[in-house]
């Protein structure tokens, strides 16, 4: 099966320690974050991933060379020029997803134990050209989904700003998304934005007239590594899991 990993932020939230790393290097325990994503994507069968890089690209590619590519076939896409966002970074990787296939993609930041064997099933069986994964916890931005946890729209907790898009339901749950999604290549069909711009912002238009469903995993944990208070919350999270 194939990913593709986002990896190519600034980690402006990791100052001073990205001021010479890129973000997907920072470590935790040890283990740079960029090798913690794909173990786990190992783990669930992905053999055939790509990365995007852009800031300091070099010392990704040379950490990939040391590492022998961890015994899998791993791609890169540049974004060294311009940094695309994560829809146009996306559409910059389309090449990649060439065997109609659904594919993963998974922020390099990202630590859970979601279980994405079973969130890919239910890709699947809703057939859905888009499922993201999404958790009930604070944040300042929500993705809106009706009880059958079909995409309607977005809310901006501190603007106030929403966006319905669909007429589907008159009361919405809000749910974080978690930076895990899996698609259809199909959706590289339906995009046609360029440049730089937000998934985000297509799977918003798209919503109108497709499937885009939330796939909600509230137990177990999940960690945006982009803060350094968080990296010490995984680390006691690992240091735990070790000493069961």
Known sequence: MKAMIFAAGLGT?????????PKALVEMNGITLLEHA????????????????HHYPQQIKDFLIQKNNFGISIALSDESE????????LKKASWFFN???????????????????NMLANHIQ???IATLAVKKRETSRYLLFNNEMQLCGWKNNKTNETKIVTDKSDSFNNYAFSGIQILNPGI?????ETGKFSIIDVYLRLAIYHKIYGYEHNTGYWIDMGKPESINNAEAILKRINNE
């Open 13 to 21: 939230r990791l100052k001073p320690i990205t001021d010479h790393k």
């Open 126 to 128: 809703s057939n859905a």
């Open 82 to 89: 311009e940094l695309l966002e994560t829809g146009g970074g």
């Open 188 to 192: 590289f069909d339906l995009i046609n």
């Open 99 to 117: 065997n109609r296939e659904p594919f993963l993609v998974y922020n390099v930041d990202i630590f859970s134990d979601i279980d994405l064997e």
């Open 38 to 53: 794909i173990r786990k994507l190992i783990q669930y069968g992905y053999y055939e991933i790509i990365i995007n890089i």
